[in-house]
């Protein structure tokens, strides 16, 4: 399905998953009765300029409708966010409100006791059972415990494609119509997209969490793993996790379909080589989809979405994880907090339209804001195909020491199995410690 132009970009998971009511919470402002003593919040969220501007719009309703809250919005730089944020809260201080994601929570904040239960009762619910049973299932699990305590709501919930620039394809004699279906594919076409001109493919080199969401993509179609099955110790060695960085050394470091050098470090917006025209192809999620509408619409009129290239294209998977409204356990307005949260959360349609953020109520697809949906096949498959990234203790520290892993392999040239192999000693001391 190709690309159409359009004032907002709106992106689903699949069909075949969803199937109850789309809605839940109020449209009113819900929180407070706006008597009593004056209320202040605090609430943070990375940097991304769609979702900026609609929590800043929710923010200004709330307020209106509760005169005795204040809420302090900050947004913190993309490559500062996840250490300011765990630092925070780790000291004690930090927000009232959090929006993080999946793994973070489950690998730092969770297991530090960080967080506070949720409160049902600020949705409109008589326990966690009745709030769970309006989401799709699954999806909650991102932000559970080990005990099945759950801590948070998605604000978003997004699977990982393959996007495509079809008139580069066309520059290189290419047929958009045939995209890549294999790694070995990309490689192919990546180098014929080189000689028309462009950047054939290449990946995002960001903070440590985007160097291990991206190799989690492919440990997830080699089999390979970050971790020991029981979670106590580092799988980096074995030959199916090998291959999974082997893969990413091959495509930039033999066939030079990219160059890692001079890929943009804009956290801001991390599809910027493909979204300025530069890049031919990369993995995208669907809300930076929405971006590139807005920023970048030349670019977007010749974008399609297209499954995800696989190593066994026979036996398919992907990827997908979610971002989720939390309350800090050192809150002294935990009430109020998830009160707003309710809110933020009621507003879903919104965040879909506005923002390509998916909050996966049980058939939501069927509301207004989905009625007109690109690429639906393709998501539908990728949200099918999908499963949470694995984490285990001091998660922070394990991505860094795969961070480290992949800049050895791809900047310096060293053999990703001698990489590994020293990332697995990291990660061996970060879990057992």
Sequence with gaps: MSARPRARTVLIPALALLAVAAGCGSDDGGGSTGEGDQIELTYWTHTHPPMTELNEQLIAEYEEANPNVKITYETIPNNDFGTKMLTSLSNGSGPDIINMDDS???????PKDLL?????AAFG???VEELEGRYVDGTLDGAKGDDSTLYGVP???NATAFAINTQHFADAGLDPASPPATWDDVAEYGQQLVAAGHEGFNFVYLHSGWYTQQLQTLLNETGGSILTEDGTGSALTEPESVEALQIWYDLIREDQVGDADTASREATSPFEDFASGRRSMTMIYPWAVEQIAIDNPETFENLAVVPLPQVDPAN???RWYGYYFAVNK???QQEEAWKFIEY?????ERWLSDVSFVQPLKDWE???AAADIPFIDVWSQAYQQGKFDEVGPHWSEVQDAIKAAVERSIFDGQPPAESLEEASESVEQSVTS
């Design 104 to 110: 973070a929570l489950r690998g730092e904040y969770i």
């Design 116 to 120: 506070a239960p949720i409160d049902p």
């Design 125 to 127: 619910a008589g326990s």
């Design 155 to 157: 604000s978003e919930f």
């Design 316 to 318: 398919p998977s992907g």
């Design 330 to 332: 050192a809150s002294e």
């Design 344 to 348: 933020m959360t009621s507003q879903h």
């Design 366 to 368: 069927q509301s207004p």
